[in-house]
Nanobody
Framework: QVQLAESGGGLVQAGGSLRLSCAAS????????MGWFRQAPGKEREFVAA??????YYADSVKDRFTISRDNAKNTAYLQMNGLKPEDTAVYYC???????????????WGQGTQVTVSS
């Protein structure tokens, strides 16, 4: 069974940077698409970024600040976050599926989440 594990979350001041990692393990360690989602207290889970083989997609709220990437040799996906704002505070989840999508229902596997807190 495929498992995903996020890491790299923590506390950071506004304007700072963090890089989240998502390591895959199990019977299938590579996928057609990877995605990142986040959920803040009292809010629904929302799309952040996704990538396919050669394509990348971003939510308007993070475009030009966040970058999604993947290292297939390491079976790991990344989310580089620059210029962080307090409104970026949330639990961040990675997901894997057959194709990139903004709808979380289209992904087959999910990580447990990692907390990102941005102070003003």
């Amino acid at each position: 069974q495929v498992q995903l594990a996020e890491s790299g979350g923590g506390l950071v001041q506004a304007g700072g940077s963090l890089r989240l990692s998502c390591a895959a393990s199990g019977s299938a360690n590579s996928f057609y698409a990877m995605g990142w989602f986040r959920q803040a207290p009292g809010k629904e889970r929302e799309f952040v970024a996704a990538m396919g083989r050669d394509s990348r997609y971003y939510a308007d709220s993070v475009k030009d600040r966040f970058t999604i990437s993947r290292d297939n040799a390491k079976n790991t996906a990344y989310l580089q976050m620059n210029g962080l704002k307090p409104e970026d505070t949330a639990v961040y989840y990675c997901a894997a599926g057959l194709r990139p999508a903004t709808n979380g229902r289209e992904y087959n596997y999910w990580g447990q989440g990692t907390q990102v807190t941005v102070s003003s």
